[in-house]
């Protein structure tokens, strides 16, 4: 496995370890970007093979995480109004 | 370039061991910035622009202006004065701002936004659909943090 996948992967896994033990909306959002990031650039490497068609998809995508996190953020809002702490277990 | 990768995950890691939501902030700023830098490093300029302004100029400032609206206490202490991390992040700071100037007068795009726009605008009209759930993003998030009084 060359070097380039293997970050990309191991991006991948810390975000999903930021979400497990970070237990907060806010690293919760930032992680699930930092995941789309990563993979993004896989994207990215393979719109060379692909074509230029294959690079609708990188816009789309990014145009559904910026929606995603609008939402996200407003939904934190609402859900911390009323408390001191943005934990999730609570 | 392999080394650029390699400071992608660094900047996750970052983030798991940060304990404040500025740390965070930061560490996340930075992460997105080896991003963009990787996509100018894989000849794909327009990306790398597109993720800049869309990633730096648009949600990172939306996460700094939340964080004050919020009110969290943050319970967490925080730690002490990290000299040797600063002083990693600063060469890394520096080492970026060196070579991002040589970046661009060396760089051949690959991508050709001419013909990506006429793709996009003949073969796949219905791609212009993404605006409107961007704009359904917009209104909803509206709704929900309107208050109701």
Redesign the interface.
């Known amino acids: 496995m060359n070097i380039e996948i293997f970050s990309i992967i191991l991006t991948f896994f810390l975000s999903l370890l930021i979400i497990l033990f970070k237990r907060s909306f806010v690293y919760f959002l930032v992680a699930i970007e930092i995941a789309f990031n990563s993979l993004l650039i896989l994207f990215a490497i393979n719109i060379k093979e692909k074509g230029f068609e294959f690079s609708t998809f990188f816009i789309y995508i990014l145009a559904v995480v910026a929606a995603e996190t609008a939402i996200g953020l407003s939904i934190l809002l609402i859900l911390t109004k009323g408390r001191e702490s943005d934990n999730y277990d609570i | 370039m392999?080394i650029l990768?390699?400071l992608?995950?660094i900047t996750?890691?970052l983030?798991?061991i940060s304990r404040k939501?500025t740390h965070?902030l930061f560490f996340?700023f930075l992460?997105?910035l080896v991003?963009s830098i990787?996509?100018f490093f894989?000849k794909?300029n327009f990306?790398g622009l597109?993720?800049l302004l869309?990633?730096l100029g648009?949600?990172l400032v939306?996460?700094v202006f939340?964080?004050p609206?919020?009110?969290?206490?943050e319970?967490i202490k925080e730690r002490k004065f990290k000299v040797i991390l600063y002083l990693l992040l600063t060469y890394l700071l520096i080492f970026l701002s060196l070579n991002l100037s040589s970046l661009f007068e060396k760089n051949d795009a690959?991508?050709?936004v001419k013909?990506?726009s006429e793709?996009?605008i003949k073969?796949?009209l219905g791609?212009e659909l993404?605006?409107i759930?961007?704009l359904?993003?917009?209104v909803?998030?509206?709704i929900?943090?309107k208050d109701e009084h």
């Open positions: 392999k990768f390699l992608m995950p996750a890691f983030i798991l939501y965070l996340f992460n997105i991003t990787l996509y894989l794909l990306f597109v993720v869309l990633y648009s949600i939306i996460f939340l964080l609206l919020l009110r969290i206490k319970e690959y991508f050709e013909k990506f793709i996009v073969d796949y791609f993404v605006s759930l961007l359904v993003a917009i909803g998030s509206y929900l943090i």
